[in-house]
């Protein structure tokens, strides 16, 4: 479950109406049943009046409100309990105001229902006959309700690490371990935003690896994967920790590097194609040559601008040979240059 649909009003107030209308429900049914004690009518009667406000009205009510709603219930119950000397078994409905306050309100709300049960149901034994109360059946409810909320808090904070973990899979590379393009748009977002706030350039490295069909089909799809891992660790280890790499297509990488002019980007593309010569000595891998496309802007733009651009860039590079770093400039005039 997600932290909005947890503060989301309408799903907290319709969880909290079916969390009323059950103990509602449950009072009405066994008032019916045969040779059932006898119930109190206060506590359905509240359980149905919540229940049919929360359904209505419980939407739109203050935020503030929702936290009394667990600490209500358990009162409810505890009152119930407390017109029913004998030793039943509807200590059991406490579990929903724990497992609905645990759930909505984590660590923090998981003791302080419990507190709530605790004084409530105490509270409650003491007002009954001494034949009918012993320290068990304070200790059988305390023991459940805290296994429930302590099961609640260990199975939400695993979702939780889970959506981290499918999260960060949507935005990563699985093969290199870079950002994919998602990653790289929504981190370029914020260091385009810090750009243009501190009035700093901002420059994009364009690289695509030459011949790369011809390694695939030479070598092999695996020996196209080492080079393209290869060449990912070779822009981590010549990048810097502000700078944001990504992979956005079969060979095609992108890095972004904050606080760097154009001659500065050069200088990055350089010591990528010079590493990459020096690791091409690896026999198990063949070698390979990238070519580079790059541009920087001094009032940075948005990240689809600086692509393009960084784009038109690496194509020239392409025709111009290959094995090359192209630049993006505007002198007067918008123009790719050697």
């Given at each position: 479950m997600s932290k909005f649909e947890r503060t989301d009003r309408r799903f907290?107030?319709?969880?909290?109406?079916?969390?009323?209308?059950?103990?509602?429900?449950?009072?009405?049914?066994?008032?019916?049943?045969?040779?059932?004690?006898?119930?109190?009518?206060?506590?359905?009667i509240a359980a149905f009046v919540m229940f049919c406000l929360l359904l209505t009205v419980g939407r739109r009510l203050p935020r503030r409100v929702f936290p009394a709603l667990g600490p209500l219930g358990v009162a409810a119950i505890a009152y119930a309990l407390s017109q029913s000397p004998g030793a039943g078994d509807g200590a059991v409905l406490y579990t929903m105001p724990v497992l609905w306050t645990t759930f909505f309100y984590g660590r923090t709300?998981?003791?302080?229902?419990?507190?709530?049960?605790?004084l409530a149901h105490a509270a409650m034994l003491l007002v009954l006959p001494?034949?009918?109360?012993?320290?068990?059946?304070?200790?059988?409810?305390?023991?459940?309700?805290?296994?429930?909320?302590?099961v609640v808090l260990a199975l939400e904070n695993r979702n939780q690490a889970l959506l981290a973990r499918l999260s960060a899979e949507a935005r990563t590379?699985?093969?290199?371990?870079?950002l994919n393009r998602r990653g790289l748009e929504e981190r370029a977002a914020v260091q385009i935003a810090h750009g243009r706030r501190d009035n700093r350039p901002i420059a994009l490295a364009g690289f695509?690896?030459?011949?790369?069909?011809?390694?695939?089909?030479?070598?092999?799809?695996?020996?196209?994967d080492r080079v393209l891992v290869?060449?990912?660790r070779l822009l981590v280890h010549e990048g810097r920790d502000i700078d944001t790499i990504a992979r956005v297509g079969g060979e095609e990488f992108v890095v972004?590097?904050?606080?760097?002019?154009?001659?500065?980007?050069?200088?990055?593309?350089?010591r990528v194609r010079a590493g990459l010569a020096i690791e091409s000595a690896d026999a198990a891998v063949p070698a390979v040559r990238v070519s580079a496309g790059i541009v920087s802007s001094s009032f940075p733009e948005d990240l689809s601008t600086l692509l393009q651009r960084a784009d038109s860039a690496l194509y020239a590079a392409k025709r111009a040979g290959r094995d090359r770093t192209m630049s993006w400039v505007t002198d007067g005039e918008q123009?790719?240059?050697?």
């Open positions: 907290m107030a319709y969880t909290a109406a079916a969390m009323w209308g059950a103990a509602w429900l449950d009072g009405l049914l066994e008032g019916l049943l045969p040779n059932d004690p006898p119930f109190a009518l206060v506590p359905v709300g998981a003791v302080g229902i419990l507190g709530c049960v605790a001494a034949s009918s109360v012993y320290p068990g059946r304070w200790l059988d409810v305390m023991v459940s309700v805290t296994a429930s909320a302590v590379d699985p093969l290199t371990g870079l695509d690896l030459d011949h790369f069909k011809c390694i695939n089909d030479r070598w092999g799809h695996e020996t196209g290869r060449l990912a972004l590097l904050p606080n760097t002019d154009l001659a500065g980007a050069r200088a990055f593309t350089d123009r790719v240059a050697a």
